[in-house]
């Protein structure tokens, strides 16, 4: 088992910035590929980042391109979003997920972990 704790989420300007963490724990010797998905208010959970098993490459939703940056820290356990230029419909709940095993890494279904979810809200 994996546990994640997601924290940084808050209220911002469009046009500012934050940095969410996930610090994981338990079974962290274990394998596995880190991913950030969010949801906004009467929407599904939507992908946004990822990062792949080999740590090579990061994946991003087209809609944060350029303007979110996802990193890892293997040696705490931590993921990061840094999120630049923000804008009103970047509001959503943001969480951390963790995939075991193969899978599409924009799709919820191959994440076998979540955090609880930080809420970022962007005004305008």
């Known amino acids: 088992q994996v546990q994640l704790v997601e924290s940084g989420g808050g209220l911002v300007q469009a046009g500012g910035s934050l940095r969410l963490s996930c610090a994981a724990s338990?079974?962290?010797?274990?394998?596995?590929?880190p991913g950030w998905f969010r949801q906004a208010p009467g929407k599904e959970r939507e992908f946004v980042a990822a990062?792949?098993?080999?740590?090579?490459?990061?994946y991003y939703a087209d809609s944060v391109k350029g303007r979110f940056t996802m990193s890892r820290d293997n040696a705490k356990n931590t993921v990061y979003l840094q999120m630049n230029s923000l804008r009103p419909e970047d509001t959503a709940v943001y969480y951390c997920?963790?995939?075991?095993?193969?899978?599409?890494?924009?799709?919820?279904?191959?994440?076998?972990?979540w955090g609880q979810g930080t809420q970022v809200t962007v005004s305008s």
């Open positions: 997920a963790a995939r075991s095993r193969g899978g599409a890494y924009y799709t919820r279904i191959s994440y076998d972990y």
């Open positions: 338990g079974r962290t010797d274990s394998n596995y590929a």
């Open positions: 990062i792949s098993w080999s740590g090579g490459r990061t």
